[in-house]
DNA sequence: CTAGGGTTAG
């Protein structure tokens, strides 16, 4: 007889994908035999009536339970050799391990060996190679196994047609479902359960109510889960009225049955009959677990009812839940939402084991509140942490780098994530593109959006308004078009983006063209921001009356913004009439919207109505408004150099303003100058006569000097632009050759030979 | 031996 080997005691050799240590995480390591014990009194060898290999079996099932498929596999081998047979249970956990760790090419061997070495298998076995099949994602295995079956036990139906629902593979869940009928099999109520679970939306509704008679004539009673399976399904048909009815049909009732319905009214935005429902459970005594909680605090968030979701999370407590991260998680994003990011820092901590859910959670909290230095920060020492993370998180820095224009820790943390596999997700793509266009790489951006097989809303609307903050109407109209043609269907967002693209080039007829046909022809009901958006393209096109009298028609009634893009409209036009009626409103509804001040502040200055000017000045003065410092930033290398106005902190001052003035640049037209949002935000009148040290104009002196002569100079802008800067921008990018690119808090400015991309329409 | 529920984002 061959000797038999053990395995050494020291870890295992085998090396297993790191995604897939989780399956040894929960490995039960009290099912690990003391191999040394093993070793010294191989008695089942020497006397094999008396253990029959058991030991021997014992030792495999518990290689397979830690996960070690290929020493377990040497192990068999060794058994074979040694005669030792394998127990069926071994089998079964061999098995049970390669379908949870997907690993198809053991399964298979597993499968081979069962088929070779025994006779007669117990008919439970083939019912667990299936199920290995459809674990590991072959369904072809699986039906090719299955279509083999001589008996094909209830237990093989359950599990080929509950894979194939769960898969997406309706119909071919639903062909073997009329098979068994065909055959005179009665099916399970857990092959109702399946197939009514995979009924996701309201498109399988007939679907679903043709299963619900199916059970009611095969007489299931009181199937606790069932009944909930027949809720959930007219739940995500979107029937909450039949759900209901269902729901109180119920004698029994369990928190399952409460969540499926909490969820229902929650996607449907009745957040309040959700919480109701939550109320009945604690006064009906059910008994409560943690996704009741998630979705109740889901619920509270989407009202965001502080006093309603503290009461919950009291509860909580007294419950000792809120360790739990299926609580904890929820109950961070409960309070981010309402705005207590305090709160919500505290709910973090408290949770035992945060996941990766429950840091995206925590990250797109700072993200929410504008603190995106923050999102970065915990970005960065998640990852050398070695954390897990997951394609919101990306979506978030992506977002994060938008605003902070952080093209280089965009696309670090692009090819970061494309490592990782986490792009292929339409919504990180969707950000990605947004990214690239915000980081000035329109380029870049519409790569990513050819990258995507199959653009949906979201990602045809980022694309669309990439381009309309570059300013080329023309590609976004026609992208907009190519989006129609590919029968997907545009959004809210779609037609903001659309609309934008429009106001920046000056295209009313098209605009307005939209905005009457959103409706009808596109099934998108216009809200106010449509119309402030139309109200702004009037405005900038000079059509100031029609601007008004939209804002007066229009089935809205007008808000802050609608009076601020008229208000923007006036000053390019200088309409004084219509631009003191704008104001006026405008302060009516946000007297803390220093925009207006300075709008009207520049509108007098510009005509020399100085003491109207300093009204307006006084007025913000004595409501103790600042408008914020207006601040250029050029990246370099990866590094980041601010300038503010009158800057002289840069080590490189000297040679930035000897650089400036080389242009001898002078204002070309005069009357044009109006004081600058620059200006005005230092509140000093007498600047009015030297602009040549605005923020801007040193970003792009230090750009010239820190690279060769032939690259483009990328400037970005916390506030708008002002005429004199990019006037002066036009003459560098004429007298260099260099093409200087200027966003701003609005748009994106591309000079080129002394012409401005936006054509001075901005 | 199978089946029912939840949280994060553009």
């Known amino acids: ?109 597993i499968h081979d060996r ?30 090719k196994l299955f279509d083999e079956m001589r008996v094909i036990s209830m237990a093989s139906w359950v599990i080929i047609i509950s894979a194939f629902a769960r898969e997406g593979l309706l119909k071919d869940a639903l062909k073997l479902f ?92 009745k957040q309040e009959h959700a919480i109701k429902l939550f ?52 109950l961070v994003d409960f309070y981010v939402k309402c705005r207590s990011m305090e709160s919500a820092c505290r709910a973090f901590e408290r949770i035992s084991e945060p996941n990766d859910v429950s840091w995206s959670a925590i990250i797109s909290g700072y993200s929410q509140i504008g603190e995106f230095d923050d999102c970065i920060k915990i970005f960065n020492s998640l990852r050398s942490k070695g954390v897990v993370l997951n394609d919101f998180i990306y979506t978030s820095i992506f977002q994060a780098c938008s605003v902070l224009a952080d093209l280089n820790l965009g696309s670090q943390a692009h090819g970061d994530a494309i490592k990782r596999g986490l792009v292929s997700y339409l919504y990180g793509e969707s950000a ?41 109407a023309s590609e976004a109209l026609s992208l907009f078009r190519q989006m129609r043609a590919c029968g997907v269907r545009p959004n809210t967002v779609t037609f903001i983006a659309l609309f934008t693209a429009c106001s920046h080039s000056g295209l009313i007829t098209e605009a307005k063209q939209y905005l009457e046909s959103m409706s009808s022809e596109y099934g ?13 393209t009037y405005s900038r096109a000079g059509q100031l009356e029609e601007a008004l009298e939209l804002i007066r028609t229009m089935p809205f009634k007008p808000d802050a913004m609608s009076w601020k893009s008229l208000l923007g409209g006036c000053l390019i036009h200088r309409d004084f009439k219509i631009g003191e009626i704008a104001a006026e409103r405008l302060l009516e509804l946000d007297p803390e919207d220093t925009a207006a001040y300075v709008l009207m502040f520049n509108l007098h200055a510009s005509s020399g109505h100085w003491e109207e000017a300093a009204r307006y000045r006084r007025m913000m003065a004595e409501r103790d408004l600042r408008k914020e410092v207006s601040c250029s930033w050029v990246s370099i290398n990866g590094k980041v150099h601010r300038f503010i106005v009158g800057d002289r902190h840069h080590p490189q001052t000297e040679e930035i303003y000897s650089k400036l003035q080389e242009f001898k640049f002078t204002r070309t037209s005069n009357e044009n100058s109006f004081l600058t949002e620059d200006d005005a935000s230092l509140g000093l009148l007498e600047r009015k006569e030297q602009l040549l040290d605005h923020s801007e104009k040193l970003a ?61 329409y901005w």
């Open 700 to 760: 792009i002196a230090f750009g010239l000097i820190s690279t060769p002569n032939n690259a483009p100079i990328v400037v970005f802008k916390n506030l708008r632009a002002c005429k004199d800067c990019h006037d002066f921008a036009k003459y560098v990018s004429k007298v260099t050759g260099r093409q200087v690119v200027v966003r701003d808090s609005n748009r994106f400015h591309h000079f080129k030979s002394g012409e401005c991309s936006c054509g001075d």
């Open 114 to 143: 069962l088929r070779t070495t025994v006779e007669n298998p117990p008919g439970f076995l083939e019912s667990r190679v299936l199920q290995m099949y459809c674990d590991c994602g072959s369904f072809w295995d699986a039906r």
């Open 524 to 536: 998108v009901h216009p809200i106010i921001d449509h119309y402030d958006c139309m109200v702004d």
């Open 279 to 330: 109320c009945s459970m604690v006064k009906e005594g059910v008994e409560l677990d943690e996704f009741v909680f998630s979705i109740t605090l889901k619920a509270c968030a989407g009202l965001k009812d502080l006093e309603m979701g503290r009461q919950v999370h009291g509860y909580i407590m007294k419950l000792g839940l809120e360790y739990e991260v299926t609580v904890g998680t929820p």
């Open 1 to 109: 007889m061959a000797r038999l080997t053990l395995p050494p005691s020291s870890p295992s050799q085998v090396s297993l994908p790191p995604d897939k240590f989780s399956a040894i995480k929960t490995a039960n390591y009290t099912q690990i035999p003391t191999w040394v014990s093993l070793r010294s009194n191989s008695s089942s060898l020497k006397n094999p009536q008396l253990q029959q290999g058991r030991l021997e079996n014992v030792h495999l099932v518990s290689l397979s339970k830690q996960g070690k498929l290929k020493e377990a596999h040497r192990f068999l081998e060794e058994m074979d050799e040694a005669g030792v047979s394998v127990s069926p249970r071994s089998y079964e956990s061999l098995l049970e391990t390669s379908g949870k760790l997907r690993s198809l090419s053991y399964g298979k061997l």
């Open 178 to 269: 009329s098979q068994m009928q065909n055959m005179g099999i009665e099916a399970s109520p857990s092959i109702y359960i399946s197939l009514l679970s995979s009924l996701l939306d309201s498109s399988y509704l007939e679907l679903g109510k043709q299963l619900h008679c199916h059970v009611i004539k095969s007489g299931f009673y009181d199937n606790v889960s069932m009944d909930t399976a027949i809720t959930n399904m007219y739940v995500k048909c979107g029937c909450l009225d039949i759900a209901e009815l269902a729901f109180n049909r119920m004698n029994e009732k369990n928190a399952v049955t409460w969540t499926g319905l909490m969820v229902g009214y929650t996607k449907a935005e």
């Open 432 to 472: 990605l593109i947004t990214m690239y266009a915000k980081c000035g790489r329109l380029d870049y951006a519409y790569k990513v959006f050819e990258s995507i097989d199959e653009p949906d809303t979201v990602a045809w609307t980022a694309i669309i308004a990439g381009c309309a903050c570059h300013g080329t």
